[in-house]
């Protein structure tokens, strides 16, 4: 019997025995990415849930981090997002769409050079805040900016 | 099997500018299709970009994601020529792996 | 009067048409906010995955004749050339002793050289919103758009068969009829018209037609789907509450003459994205 395997089912909640296997070189970081993915936070049905769930609690508003999207989104199937974070040692940044039923969209951890910058395509539902969350030095800010989506006239 | 994405990787400077085009229909769950059934949720929960073999971002990414979705992400110390490679898995444990060059 | 809910969007976008002047005068036009924002979208858009799909298909041997696009079909440039292809079609192709649009004369060389079914292709020749794909004659037009990426329309006029095609699509394009009496001009045949945050181009000035046939094929951001003109003229007759134009029919090409024909001499800037 494969020994991992059975450790790894064992184990499915322990992320220690995951990082243990990764670190021994028995698992591949891409193979576990699946099993990372933050269920709770990205389910959550609320802002508040969803900071909870990337352990931002309660983020400080900051002028460092800069949200750039449109005023107006043409199509809410499609809104271009831009989060640029000057905060020094910014290591993950997150963003959110507060009105939607999932309001975390994604976040970023960035590692080996990686500027703490990202743009991202995101669906959204209404007219809604958009948040960007940066964690630097293991504290939590944000900045947010408003979209309004419209219901279009014809699409030509 | 998933549709190829296009990576772009462009040195300005001293910053790798990278863009990746994934396709995949990115479907949340709570759509509804012609005959009145739910499309069940399909997307990329997971991302990763290497260059010249080191980690550069590790993203998680939920249903709120446009379909076909587009990531721009930037970073310093690549040189021109160095492999970038960027993974997706989704909630259905599909996966896909393309790379492309610094150029 | 409630015009957002869905069900009442295609009333409503005749009844807001009236409704448009007043409006304009109290919100300020966000076009311009639009216009950037797709300029934007189009620098990574998703029509490139629907291109490469096209690419492998124009190449590969298929149907019952086991021959390649690549190897048998003239889209007027050669046989196999794709590039500067698109902008200068509609043109006359004597071997079909028609003038046809780029998606006719592919489906043309699909029947002719490939040995399919025009019914097949027919039957569903576009993509719909629950598709994963996009049909493959919306790949393989996508593909031969891409060739014609930053040239200038050039279709030829002075051939007196597409002259032709070209003044029968103008006087179809103000030949009124359906339920609600609208031609093409109703929307599009003068300037500043608009439907809600949409400005309508007018397709009889050169600056509005370009408008009419830049960006399709087109990646679609409601449904995120890949659509073609052919498709953009069989919305508009929906809309107009016209019958449905016959698929890849010389009515369809003779609008898209008349069109395209007073876009000569504008950019193309290759598959693009529209709402």
Request: proline share 5%; with cysteine; aromatic share 6%.
């Amino acid at each position: 019997m494969n020994t991992t395997r059975r450790t790894v089912l064992k184990g499915a909640t322990a992320s220690g025995v995951l990082a243990g296997l990764i670190a021994a070189g028995a698992l591949r970081p891409t193979q576990v990415l699946a099993a990372d993915w933050n269920k709770t936070a990205f389910e959550a049905k609320d802002t508040a849930g969803a900071l909870k769930g990337i352990g931002a609690g309660a983020p400080a508003e900051s002028k460092d981090l800069m949200l750039k999207v449109p005023d107006i989104a043409e199509n809410g199937a499609v809104v271009p997002v831009d989060v640029v974070s000057s905060i020094p040692n910014t290591s993950s940044i997150a963003i959110l769409v507060e009105k939607n039923p999932q309001p975390l969209s994604a976040q970023f951890d960035f590692a080996n050079g990686a500027v703490a910058e990202v743009s991202a395509r995101l669906k959204m539902g209404q007219t809604s805040l958009v948040k960007a969350v940066a964690k630097a030095d293991g504290k939590f800010y944000t900045a947010q900016k408003e979209v309004k989506v419209t219901v279009g006239g014809c699409g030509g | 099997m998933a549709d190829p994405m296009k990576i772009r990787a462009q040195l300005k400077g001293d910053v790798t500018e990278i863009r990746v085009l994934m396709g995949h229909a990115m479907e949340t769950g709570q759509r509804k299709d012609a005959a009145g059934a739910t499309v069940p949720a399909h997307f990329i929960q997971s991302m990763t970009v290497d260059v010249g073999g080191k980690r550069v971002v590790d993203g998680q990414i939920g249903t709120s994601v446009s379909r076909n979705p587009v990531f721009g992400f930037k970073m310093k110390g690549a040189k021109v020529g160095d492999k970038v490679v960027v993974s997706w898995v989704d909630n259905k444990g599909d996966k896909r792996s393309d790379e492309a060059a610094v150029a | 009067m409630n015009i957002a809910s869905s069900g009442l969007r295609l009333l409503s976008c005749t009844a807001a048409l009236a409704l448009s002047l007043s409006v304009a005068a109290q919100t300020k036009d966000p076009n311009a906010e639009f216009e950037k924002f797709r300029a934007e979208m189009e620098e990574s858009n998703p029509a490139e995955l629907f291109e490469v799909k096209g690419e492998e298909l124009w190449k590969a041997r298929r149907g019952p004749k086991n021959v390649s696009l690549a190897e048998s079909c003239d889209l007027g440039q050669g046989v196999g050339k794709v590039e500067a292809a698109y902008v200068k079609m509609p043109r006359y192709f004597a071997d079909a002793d028609a003038v046809m649009d780029a998606e006719r004369r592919i489906v043309w060389c699909m029947v002719e050289k490939q040995g399919f079914k025009f019914d097949d292709i027919a039957k569903k020749p576009f993509q719909g919103g629950n598709d994963n794909n996009a049909p493959e004659i919306t790949n393989l037009v996508t593909y031969v758009a891409s060739g014609s990426r930053n040239m200038k329309f050039d279709i030829p006029l002075g051939d007196p068969k597409v002259r032709d095609a070209f003044e029968t699509g103008k006087a179809m394009a103000a030949y009124r009829a359906g339920p609600y009496d609208f031609s093409c001009n109703t929307c599009h045949g003068v300037d500043g018209k608009r439907i809600r945050m949409q400005n309508l181009p007018n397709l009889a000035t050169p600056e509005g037609a370009i408008k009419g046939v830049q960006g399709w094929p087109g990646y679609r951001m409601t449904g995120g789907v890949m659509l073609t003109s052919q498709w953009r003229m069989n919305d508009c007759f929906r809309q107009q509450r016209f019958p449905e134009p016959k698929y890849a029919s010389q009515t369809i090409t003779n609008l898209l003459t008349y069109m395209s024909g007073n876009s000569n001499g504008q950019m193309y800037k290759g598959p693009g994205i529209k709402r």
